[in-house]
């Protein structure tokens, strides 16, 4: 499982596109317990970004927000209201890890 490196900000690069600023962040291995620790610490905001049928069918990961990978980009740049509505979460903040 990969995690992406703590904070949207912290080594971040911006890869700018036509029409938005995508970012990537480092990610690192980690292990099942390791990331249980993080979602019970509350530290970590976790983005599943797998597919709508793949959530119905493995199920939801508790504690996380799904984004499909393929919106994940267009996501981050929503005002927060329209996030809210299309995610029903809360926006995560560039300040959260």
């Known amino acids: 499982m990969k995690i992406e490196k703590c904070g949207w900000s912290e080594g971040l690069t911006s890869i700018k596109g036509n029409h938005h600023n995508f970012y990537t962040a480092i990610s690192k291995d980690v292990t099942y317990k390791e990331l249980k620790n ?28 799904n984004v499909p990978l393929d919106e994940v980009g267009e996501a981050l740049q929503m005002n927060p209201r329209d996030f809210k509505e299309k995610y029903n979460e809360v926006k995560p903040s560039k300040s959260d890890s």
């Open 38 to 65: 993080l979602l019970n610490s509350k530290n970590i905001m976790l983005i599943d970004v797998r597919e709508i049928w793949e959530i119905l069918e493995y199920q939801k990961i508790p504690e996380s927000i």
